[in-house]
């Protein structure tokens, strides 16, 4: 990760010289957001994620991947109300954007779904977390992607809190 940053550093200072809202230093500062992540400095992945939505204009292709992205940052920081806010938003503007390859937009949507029901989970509400993760199996299984075994196995898990919730009262 040390090399990663020190090259993405280096991508973040060259791009500090573009224009303000140029993508390539909107792209530089995503990028750099996805080390800090995974070094474990959630709280500036999240500004710098922030800040690129300032950027970006709502019918961007970009502005979706970003939002999701904040989820995947605010659920490492369990700010699962975050991921849920950031996840409506998402899907609400991936549905709108009709210059994607249709197969994109699912897979996006699909994702973000997916986000959202696992902050239900977390939330301690697992009909709702239920209630997108079908949306999302309903998404994947038409597209045979790879993860909608992961999707049933995750499913069988927010049943089985459910019903043991029903069965303490």
């Known amino acids: 990760y040390l090399e990663a940053k020190k ?6 200072g060259y791009s500090l010289s573009l224009p303000y809202n140029h993508s390539e230093r909107i792209r ?3 990028n750099y957001t996805l080390v800090l992540q ?3 400095f ?6 710098n994620l922030q800040e690129c939505l300032t950027f970006e204009k709502d019918d961007s ?3 979706p991947v970003i939002l999701n992205n904040l989820c995947v940052v605010c659920a490492s920081l369990g700010r699962y109300d975050l991921v849920i806010e950031y996840g409506e938003k998402a899907l609400s503007l991936l549905s709108s954007l009709s210059s994607l390859p249709k197969n ?7 994702l973000i779904l997916n986000n959202i029901s696992i902050a239900y989970y977390n939330l301690n509400i697992p009909n709702k977390a239920i209630e997108y993760l079908e949306k999302s199996l309903e998404i994947y299984r038409p597209i045979n992607n790879d993860e909608y075994a992961t999707l049933l196995g995750n499913l ?4 089985s809190n459910l019903d043991f919730k029903k069965s303490l009262f």
């Open 7 to 12: 090259y993405l550093d280096k991508a973040y």
């Open 28 to 30: 530089a500062l995503s």
């Open 38 to 40: 995974s070094m474990g």
């Open 42 to 47: 959630y709280e500036k992945a999240l500004m």
């Open 61 to 63: 292709i970009d502005v």
């Open 104 to 110: 994109e937009i699912n897979n996006g949507m699909s």
């Open 156 to 159: 069988g898990m927010f049943y």
